[in-house]
């Protein structure tokens, strides 16, 4: 079992409304990543980090953002919540390199109203 | 450029019998690949993964796949389904040139009968 944790698991939260996703990992990886899961679907990343203060957008453009200030911290924050956000959030991480195995958590599952 | 096709979003098999997930890819370079299972309300977790070593490659709980360059594929298989195998399976492939590329696939749900 892989020790990469997310809070929320889940919420439920009003248009405008600034949330924060946190994910943490005690593997003391180097790579983090942010994926967005629509139900029944692929994966799409939306943001990735090489190590302390590095962040880079994935494919998947996303009105999101996140920091990395610690190796085992990497959250991500909407400022304002719309409906278009609601969607499974995974995080990720990897030891190596970025296209090493990748460590998931449970993810967050966020619906706007 | 870099893509995964899973050419079935649903297989539904009896216990006991063999299980094929079908995965083509395109890459421009030597790609890794890669095969996750999503349980429900669980993150991802790898069953197995090729990195230009071994063309098959064995992963956890009976899952095997077989990288085939001239057909561009990396079917997953197994030998004899069980009940717990039931799940969304994704093929990824990824590589770091020209900038850091992970493709998932649509993924395929297993469904498994008794």
């Known amino acids: 079992e892989a020790d990469i944790y997310q809070t929320p698991r889940y919420l439920v939260i009003g248009t405008g409304k600034k949330i924060t996703l946190e994910c943490s990992q005690t593997m003391g990886h180097d790579k983090m990543y942010w994926y967005q899961q629509d139900p029944g679907m692929e994966l799409h990343l939306i943001h990735y980090?090489?190590?302390?203060?590095?962040?880079e957008k994935g494919d998947l453009s996303s009105e999101s953002t996140v920091s990395r200030i610690r190796t085992e911290h990497f959250p991500l924050t909407l400022e304002s919540a719309r409906p278009s956000h609601t969607s499974q959030y995974l995080c990720?991480?990897?030891?190596?390199?970025?296209?090493?195995?990748?460590?998931f958590g449970p993810g967050t599952r966020l619906t706007v109203l | 450029a870099q893509s995964v096709t899973q050419l079935d979003s649903h297989v539904s098999v009896s216990e006991g019998t063999p299980v094929l997930l079908r995965c083509n890819y395109s890459?421009?370079?030597?790609?890794?690949l890669f095969w996750y299972v999503q349980h429900p309300n669980k993150g991802l977790q790898l069953l197995l993964k090729?990195?230009?070593?071994?063309?098959l490659v064995k992963g956890i709980n009976g899952f095997e796949a077989e990288f085939k360059k001239s057909e561009t594929s990396f079917h997953l298989t197994k030998p004899s389904a069980h009940m717990s195998d039931a799940a969304e399976y994704f093929c990824?492939?990824?590589?770091?040139?020209?900038?850091?590329?992970?493709?998932f696939g649509a993924g395929t749900r297993l469904f498994v009968k008794a």
């Open positions: 990720a991480s990897s030891e190596f390199s970025l296209t090493d195995t990748q460590y």
């Open positions: 980090s090489y190590g302390v203060n590095s962040t």
């Open positions: 890459s421009s370079y030597s790609p890794s």
């Open positions: 090729y990195t230009s070593a071994a063309t």
């Open positions: 990824v492939v990824s590589d770091s040139t020209g900038g850091f590329k992970t493709i």
